[in-house]
């Protein structure tokens, strides 16, 4: 079946402009992450949805980070007035369960951002 | 502060040795830790995973160890084979997985 997606694979935009990122989660899968991934990183958490709870903003870096889930679905992380330290590669990553031990976290290709 | 550490930020390996990947994490609350595999240009897959009540998990050619006293784990691939290039990232989590910490990673390269 289809896997993680992510759009756009690639976003260059200038500092200061606004940036949406999307992800389409797997089908069924009621918990969506989003991380990212700065140059010589890990992965840093940066927010995390599990069905109709509210979700768990704790890793956003910046008021200027926001993302939003839509019918449970597809999920928009939006960066506003970006800064060149937001450049990274953004990653989203689904799972059918949360809170049990064994939950299998799917990742999609990411979104490279370049903020020049 | 670096709670999930993977200080080899490269490893090579001849092909049908093993490969030792080592990680670190300073959490004692950690309590499920994952092993991920990433490719470029694509996002990490999810290799092998180890419970804080095990010191061991094995699945075909790959194991992980873990030692909670020493607050290190390691993940062991034998034999290496040169489809296993690519970069290693670690990870716990604390009560089930909802938010993964992870390490920096480890770029292994087997080698024919």
């Known amino acids: 079946g289809a896997g993680v997606s992510q759009s756009p694979s690639n976003k260059v935009t200038e500092k200061g402009k606004d940036v949406e990122l999307r992800c389409d989660p797997i089908s069924g899968h009621t918990a969506l992450y989003w991380y990212r991934q700065s140059l010589g990183q890990g992965l840093e958490f940066l927010i995390y949805?599990?069905?109709?709870?509210?979700?768990?903003k704790s890793g956003l870096p910046s008021d200027r980070f926001s993302a939003e889930r839509t019918g449970g679905s597809v999920s928009t992380l939006t960066i506003q007035r970006t800064q060149q330290e937001d450049s990274a590669v953004y990653l989203c990553a689904s799972s059918s369960t949360s809170g049990l031990v064994g939950n299998e976290q799917f990742f999609g290709p990411g979104t490279r951002l370049t903020v020049l | 502060d670096q709670q999930v550490k993977q200080n080899s930020p490269s490893l090579s390996v001849q092909e049908g040795r093993i490969s030792i990947l080592n990680c670190d994490y300073t959490?004692?609350?950690?309590?499920?830790f994952l092993w991920y595999k990433k490719y470029p240009a694509e996002g990490p897959t999810f290799l092998i995973s180890?419970?804080?009540?095990?010191d061991k998990n094995e699945d075909g050619r790959f194991t992980v160890f873990l030692n909670k006293s020493a607050k290190h784990l390691s993940l062991h691939i034998v034999p290496s084979q040169p489809g296993d290039s690519a970069v290693y990232f670690c990870a716990a989590s604390t009560g089930g997985g909802n938010k993964l910490t992870f390490g920096t990673g480890t770029q292994l390269k087997v080698e024919l």
């Open positions: 959490n004692s609350m950690f309590d499920y």
């Open positions: 949805f599990q069905g109709n709870s509210a979700p768990d």
């Open positions: 180890i419970s804080s009540i095990k």
